[in-house]
């Protein structure tokens, strides 16, 4: 199976219910390519759709595209002029499920990714732009940082990095595209007692920096792979 991830940002939100619903779009259609140069055209989901994802399996609902960490069960996909629109219902009685919903309430997660495979696409060599006419459906997942926007996480490290306190911490998290009750959420997490000069000798500062670290690791490999693969 070759995998293929484009992501949506800014594109989810969870209801004000309380009961773990989440609405959003999965992929939008047309519009400028993504960062590996892909568009997605009007009607590519509409075969995987009918025949219930790919294989027949269903589409899951996953934490981060991580297989082993499903967080809920999609209850609507459906096609309209502007994308692939969804519904989901999280699974509030699981660790992964409450996580989910609550960082996405909060603002601290709001992308979409699908994973897919291609089955059926248009190559323009000149633009060097790839149309994805049919694609089939495996998985759609709530995502932290969406891979099509490839300038992100470059100059987090060095905001967070900065901080000499938790306001300038929190003032950095926001700058950086958190919402003012995720970044309060995060630094929260870190005591006010020991809070050090130098923000990167904190142990939960230094677990950002490292996860961001990973992220951008994973999506510059998954760039490299395929600027090698086009040429």
Known sequence: MDLKHIDVSAEVKAAEDGAGIIDGYGSTFGG???AYGDIIVEGAFSDTLKNGGAQGLGVAL???HSTNMPAGVWTELVENKKGLKVRGQLALSTSTGNDAYEFTKMGAVRGL??????VEQ???DKRGVRYIKKADLWEISLVTFPANNRATITNVKSLVEEAKD???LEEALVKFGLSNNAAKYICGLVDPGR????????SGIKEIL???RDTRQKMNDMISDKEETNV
């Open 62 to 64: 996953l934490w981060q």
């Open 195 to 202: 809070f050090p000069k130098d923000a990167q000798e904190d």
């Open 166 to 168: 938790k306001r300038q």
């Open 113 to 118: 990714s699908i994973g897919f495979s291609i």
């Open 32 to 34: 400028k390519p993504d």
């Open 210 to 212: 490292e996860n961001l």
């Open 122 to 124: 248009e190559d323009d």
